[in-house]
């Protein structure tokens, strides 16, 4: 239940004004991170106090690019982030990492692989 709420909040505030990132609760998703390893049996992979400094970095990178990524990309990105369920600035980040780069590869490289 408590992943639902997460979820149905981070959904809510995935769709930033124009031109800006999207505003997450990085507690709540680093807590749904942590909860649902215990679920599982499994340990965390970091504490919530470690997840949160990520996301934050994560952001403020995020801030720097946002700004200049096209917006079929930041699109695709959020897009793709909400169909894996809880997003975070790790996520898109990195999403947006990944599509700049393959973007940025000539055509023949891309292809070979």
Same mark, same amino acid.
């Given at each position: 239940?408590?992943?639902a709420?997460v979820?149905?909040?981070?959904?809510l505030t995935?769709?930033?004004?124009?031109?800006?990132?999207?505003?997450?609760?990085?507690?709540?998703?680093?807590?749904?991170?942590?909860? #649902? @390893?215990?679920?599982? =049996?499994s340990?965390?992979?970091?504490?919530?106090?470690? &997840?949160?400094?990520?996301?934050?970095?994560? $952001?403020?990178?995020?801030?720097a690019?946002?700004?200049?990524?096209?917006?079929?990309?930041?699109?695709?990105?959020?897009? #793709? @982030?909400?169909?894996? =369920?809880?997003?975070?600035?790790?996520?898109l980040?990195? &999403?947006i990492?990944?599509?700049?780069?393959? $973007?940025?590869?000539?055509?023949?490289?891309?292809?070979?692989?």
């Amino acid at each position: 239940m408590k992943r639902a709420v997460v979820f149905f909040v981070a959904l809510l505030t995935l769709f930033p004004a124009f031109g800006q990132i999207p505003k997450l609760d990085v507690k709540a998703i680093c807590e749904a991170r942590s909860a #649902d @390893a215990k679920k599982v =049996g499994s340990p965390p992979d970091q504490s919530i106090t470690d &997840c949160m400094t990520d996301e934050e970095s994560a $952001k403020q990178q995020l801030n720097a690019l946002w700004a200049t990524t096209p917006v079929p990309m930041r699109k695709q990105c959020q897009s #793709d @982030a909400r169909s894996l =369920g809880i997003t975070s600035y790790l996520d898109l980040l990195t &999403c947006i990492q990944i599509a700049q780069d393959t $973007k940025s590869r000539p055509r023949k490289e891309r292809e070979k692989q």
